[in-house]
């Protein structure tokens, strides 16, 4: 809103800039934005004080503009905010801010989560899934029509080894817990088996073979435990109200995929080698040469998605396709979408965009496994419940859930996908600095504050305003902005860094001012608004990045 406001002006006076061209000052008095002039002084090779004059001495401030005054300091022209009128339209846009349209029209496909279906989801496709569900919230939110997948590998090694736990131990299919945990022990118990008796390995090859070879017996069998798992997975996936569009099997594109083989053979981009393997040529392209098929004639993962990423472009029509793995995989997702180009589908390929995430490492002790190296999220979640219920005593069951579920997914969001997170108990619960209690507590004290008072008259707007609160308005002023910024860059911990950011501007207005007992009538009924617009945005913000708004802590 006020970037928009100071282009605006500028190009009045012919100047060209663009909003990465402007600087927030780092004093209040120097304005609340800033054109800098010393790129135009080395295009034009003079004085940018000389150039950052002119400018000023040009403006005419129109009418209605937020802007109060303009001056020259330096080699800046500093831009002064009316906040009377800023303040007026700020609030009452934020007071009723519901959804953005900017992305009305356009559609976006989002594959995220995909967890093993052998176990339960662990620490490290939890945050998969939390990078995945704030995307698709905060393009929803935008005015996107988005359709999220979960993609299940149901081909590999491991649903072979599960598959042969089973066959051995004549398992029936009667869980008596959580389904893919009790999965978990079975897989566990019959890996150790195949790792002590490398010669098992053979059984389970063959098991992998009959099922991608269409074997009825396994394939029914497999199919009962994949359910099964992912039963399990939508009991987790429910405490964080994750839904998808729909679920994939990496199986259904066998025989597609052996199709596609034989297209990169056709046009010699695929060669079959001595033994019998066919390889993709990609050495070409600046990309290392890549297995398609074995010379057993199986496939491997690279192979199936080829078919299941056409699958999903032709079925949805996404404007853009979004898939989420570790960061294990980016040489993966290079091949797959050069692959997919070289077939002939070159705007799929352009339209395709792989987010990498670092993995999460937990310190030794307090939490660790009872099953090993593997760190359950419903473990971590029940550990986030108690925890939350002895630290803030905590009696309501729910209230305690949702606390410990938002901490944790904060906790894992906040942190740029690139980096690597460290999980520590002592920072994620937390009521201050930032982490998930601090942020709902915040809601909560706005909640609190609104629901003392039986009415609020419509005063947007004041004469003199204090530092903090103009720091507020400003703030809120930036959502939309941020939510522009984490869709640019698929960067969800923006929308996290900014909630923290509110949180603190509203915290330090509020400790400093009065609201409910302020001076005069008008300053009450104008910074009740002042809630209200931090509360709606602040419940926003929690919404978008897959936390509970809490109206009690």
Known sequence: MLEDEVLK??????????????????????????????????????NPQVI??????????????????????????????????????????????????????????????????????HVGSARNTFIGESLSRIFQFAGYTVNRLCYINDLGKQIAVLVYGFLKNKIKIKPNKKPDHWLLDIYIDANKIVNKNPELNKHVEKILYQYENGDKEISFLVKKIVNLCIKGFKETYNLTNTKFTEYIWESKFVKESKKYVEQLLKKKIAFKTAEGAIVVNLQPYNLPNTVILRSDGTGLYLTR????????????????????????????????????????????SNISHHIPYAYVTLPEGKLSSRRGRVILIDDVFAEAKKAVKQKFKVKDDKLAEKIGVSAVIYALLKIDPDKQVMFNWDEVLSLHGNNGPYLQYTYTRCSSILKKVKKCENVFSFKSLNEEEKKLIKLLSNFPKVVQQA?????????CNYTYDLSTAFNNFYEKHRVINAETNELKNFRLNLVKATKNILGKCLELIGMYAVEKM
Request: with cysteine; net charge positive; charged share 30%.
């Open 305 to 348: 998605d080829i078919p299941s990423h056409i699958y999903r472009i032709k079925k949805y029509k996404p404007s853009l396709s979004i898939t989420i793995t570790g960061e294990d995989q980016k040489l993966h997702f290079k091949q797959l979408f050069k692959i997919i180009e070289l077939l002939g589908f070159k705007k799929f």
């Open 9 to 46: 002006i500028l190009r009045s006076v012919d100047i060209k800039a663009k909003e990465e061209n402007l600087e927030t000052p780092p004093q209040e008095e120097l304005g609340d934005l800033s054109f800098p002039c010393f790129q135009l002084a080395k295009e034009q090779k003079r």
């Open 52 to 121: 950052a004059n002119e400018i000023a001495s040009k403006i005419k401030i129109p009418k209605n503009s937020v802007i109060e005054k303009v001056e020259a300091k330096g080699a800046y022209v500093n831009f002064f905010l009316d906040y009377s009128k800023f303040s007026k339209i700020v609030l009452k846009n934020m007071i009723r801010l519901n959804k953005l349209k900017f992305g009305r029209n356009k559609k976006i496909l989002i594959e995220y989560s995909s967890p093993n279906p052998i176990h339960p989801i």
């Open 487 to 495: 869709i640019r860059d698929l960067k969800p911990h923006y929308v």
